[in-house]
């Protein structure tokens, strides 16, 4: 194993205000008082400040509003602030949003991306003639779904190849190929990791699992997609926080790492589950849940199942999951029905002016 790499103290987070951007900047502002997180973030609609309240005052956590695709301005940040370290999650990250505005996906995933690693490259002055920088990291954060779909059985290695379907992931997918272009061409220092499904607290209510937490909470419609059959391998937020902060400081430059838990569950499997575990904490009669479930039409090109092999993150840099998805399943309601004002703030559109009154104001 590699010794872990303390050497970067001025760390840049792009969509740090995002669902595991934010779980991301909370654990590296706690764990890592000598060093500075910058998180940078447009605060699109799944951008939302309050996910970071918590930390927001700590002296090693500054804010920074910006576009990823406006190539200029990111240059100059990093010009002025000389990052040391950049950990990469900005993107859009909605599969159906990614049908309906494809172009968004291409501006934010691949445009934003080749902008940082254009503005990483020039600040670290990177070239093939020179050796690699020590003490700098460009670490793209990225999806399993760039691997494609699986049938009933295999498993998604880090050998397996590029597969994208929907227009999400072929951006992801894209967003890798250029990090591994600039890697390659310019000897920028970069590491990529591929990761399953995530869920947890700060979730935005349009993915499977936060939407149906709200919609049972309010007795609306669970919207299932074609049979409910489709199999995503979940894995709770913090343990991938866990697995960026690993890769971060150990991955050797140019490596790929697959983070995944190891949980597959159909769609239909987790919806019930969890329409069990709410029928309980709300008081509600046993089975009362499960009569919300509607299946709707399918999303065009739904990908099968997503499975992921992790060994290599397990074997190489000592991560493992910590938590089955039943006990995490139990976490994440137990932090909405605690967390009521966040889910509203959301729902009614509040959070957009969190930024406003405790940024632009102060
Ligand atoms: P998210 O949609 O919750 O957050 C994305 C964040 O990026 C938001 O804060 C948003 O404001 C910001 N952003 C969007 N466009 C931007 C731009 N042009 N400039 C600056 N900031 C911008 O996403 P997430 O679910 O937290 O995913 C984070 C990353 O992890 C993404 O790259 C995603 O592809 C990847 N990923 C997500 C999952 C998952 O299950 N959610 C799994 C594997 C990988
Ligand atoms: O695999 C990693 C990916 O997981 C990430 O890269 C994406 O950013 C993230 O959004 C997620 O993508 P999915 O499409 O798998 O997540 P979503 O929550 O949208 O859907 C999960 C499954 O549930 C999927 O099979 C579609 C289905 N679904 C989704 C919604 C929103 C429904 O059946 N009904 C719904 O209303």
Partial sequence: MEPINTEM???????????????VVRLFVNKYPECEIYNFDKLTYAGNLENLK????????HFIKGDIVDADFVLALFKEHQFEAVIHLAAESHVDRSISHPLEFVMTNVIGTVNLLNAARAIWNCSKDRPVPTGKRFYHVSTDEVYGSLGADGIFTEQTSYDPHSPYSASKAASDHFVRAYHDTYNLPCVISNCSNNYGPNHFPEKL?????????????????????????????EDHARAIDIIFHKAANGSTYNVGGHNEWTNIEVIRLLCRIMDRKLGRLEGENEKLITFVKDRAGHDLRYAIDSTKLQQDLGWKPSLQFEEGLEKTVDWYLANEEWLHHVTSGQYQQYYTNQYVNR
Avoid at 209 to 237: A, Q
């Fill in 209 to 237: 699992i936060p939407l149906c937490i709200y919609n049972i909470k309010n007795r609306k419609p669970l919207p299932i997609y074609g049979k409910g059959e489709n199999v995503r391998d979940w894995l709770y937020v």
């Fill in 9 to 23: 103290k001025k760390i840049l987070i792009t969509g740090g205000a995002g669902f595991i951007g934010s779980h």
């Fill in 54 to 61: 918590d930390v927001e005052s700590k002296p090693n956590y």
